[in-house]
């Protein structure tokens, strides 16, 4: 189906396998939500329609999306071609069917999750395998090399909590340790592999797209100590009684995401194109977001306030990583498939430019509405408003399916 490659070039049907399924699964977890909306907008969120709907967020999409791409930008970034293909398109299957059988068990038989968790962190070692020997084979590491290397392995520790906590509720046991087990499972998975994976890419595509030169990743080398020592200190803190710890940590992760927004920032300073993209900004945004939110958990945890502390943990999901990441895909998938069907035929017929790959005005038009969407949404948990929420609930839901129709549509091109 695709022409011979050389080099460290991925067969392109191995990312587009998993960037297809995340756009149909974020769709798919923003109408799931829909269902769980007064719910939600009274803050509970521990219920088997909303860890169904985070799931198929969180794995479906997010983990799916940061999986496809990478096996597209590692062997860019790191001058390696990935080790297993084949592997490749096998970990793909598996992880798929079982994010889908994991979700559907959280709606149907919640206390049956256990055995769809352990296929899903199948998929998940072969993932973390499969780069581990991919990056083995790299030449010079780079500080970009450790934040990545250091997110697969949060991405392993991340599944396996997942899966001890399913185990929990599959054997009716470890009542005394599940909250614990639960706050490593987020802590690891949205500080320790969401976080520093997109740190770690951010440091190749933010002077990429803006075309920068000339500045300095030493700041990055503290970027990486401050912030992993907030998840270390974190992570301690979970066992010890009081706030203390805690406030220490999540000080750290915000001076550590502090540093990371002025490092881009600096670094964007000496781009020379001026004016950037719509979905690029849209990502610088996301930076933004995420340094506000990070600021906001210390202070909720300096006041004592967990139904404070549980709204900043979704607008982070919402606003830091699935912003992040819908960014990046508006960035990415027109450029892959722009290069796999027309790179070889410039100049020996009429082909669409990169900019024709996607309606720039209707790619406009989402990203201020999912803007506009997270505004909504931080106002109906503040305020316990259902009305407000299913209101934003509803906008993000007709987003999802506008995003993943705006993205299947470039493989029509």
Not at 2 to 7: E, L, S, V, Y
Not at 361 to 371: A, D, E, K, S
Not at 392 to 409: D, E, K, M, V
Request: include cysteine.
């Amino acid at each position: 189906m695709f022409p011979a490659r050389t080099g460290t070039e991925t067969d392109i049907g191995l990312p587009f396998s998993f960037i297809i399924f995340a756009v149909l699964a974020f769709a798919a977890s923003q109408l799931v939500l829909l269902a769980a909306v007064p719910a939600m907008s009274g803050g509970a969120f521990r219920l088997p329609l909303v860890w169904a709907a985070a799931h198929l967020a969180l794995l479906g999409f997010a983990l799916m999306a940061a999986m496809g791409a990478m096996y597209q930008l590692v062997p860019v970034a790191f001058l390696t071609p990935i080790w297993n293909e084949r592997l490749g398109f096998w970990q793909f299957a598996i992880t798929a069917f079982g994010i889908v059988a994991f979700a559907a068990s959280f709606v149907f038989t919640p206390n049956q999750a256990f055995l769809p968790s352990l296929l899903v962190l199948f998929g998940i070692v072969l993932f973390v395998w499969q780069m581990a020997m991919t990056l083995k084979q790299q030449k010079n590491k780079t500080i970009m090399t450790l934040f990545v290397a250091t997110s697969l392995l949060f991405l392993l520790l991340t599944g396996a909590a997942g899966a001890l906590l399913a185990f929990h509720f599959f054997a009716a046991t470890g009542a005394n340790s599940h909250e614990t087990v639960f706050g490593l499972h987020v802590l690891f998975g949205l500080c320790g592999w969401f976080t520093l994976l997109i740190m770690g890419f951010s440091y190749k595509m933010a002077p990429m797209f803006s075309l920068a030169h000339g500045f300095s990743m030493r700041p990055a080398r503290y970027v990486y100590a401050l912030y992993t020592s907030g998840i270390a200190v974190g992570l301690i803190s979970l066992f010890l009684p009081g706030r203390t710890w805690l406030a220490v940590g999540s000080s750290l992760l915000a001076a550590g995401f502090a540093l990371f927004t002025w490092h881009i920032y600096a670094i964007l300073q000496k781009r020379m194109k001026k004016a950037l993209d719509r979905p690029f900004r849209f990502s610088l945004s996301a930076i933004v977001i995420g340094l506000g939110l990070h600021i906001a958990a210390f202070a909720s945890v300096v006041v004592g306030s967990g139904r404070l502390l549980g709204i900043i943990i979704y607008l982070f999901i919402v606003g830091w990583i699935l912003f992040s990441i819908v960014g990046y895909l508006f960035k990415i998938v027109p450029f892959l498939w722009w290069t796999h069907r027309y790179s070889e035929k410039v100049g020996q017929e009429n082909v669409p430019t990169l900019k024709q790959m996607m309606n720039e005005r209707l790619i406009t038009v989402q990203c201020l509405l999912f803007t506009v969407a997270l505004v909504l949404a931080a106002a109906a948990l503040l305020f316990t408003n259902t009305t407000l929420f299913a209101a934003f609930q509803t906008l993000f839901a007709g987003l999802s399916i506008l995003f993943a129709g705006t993205i299947l549509a470039v493989l029509r091109k």
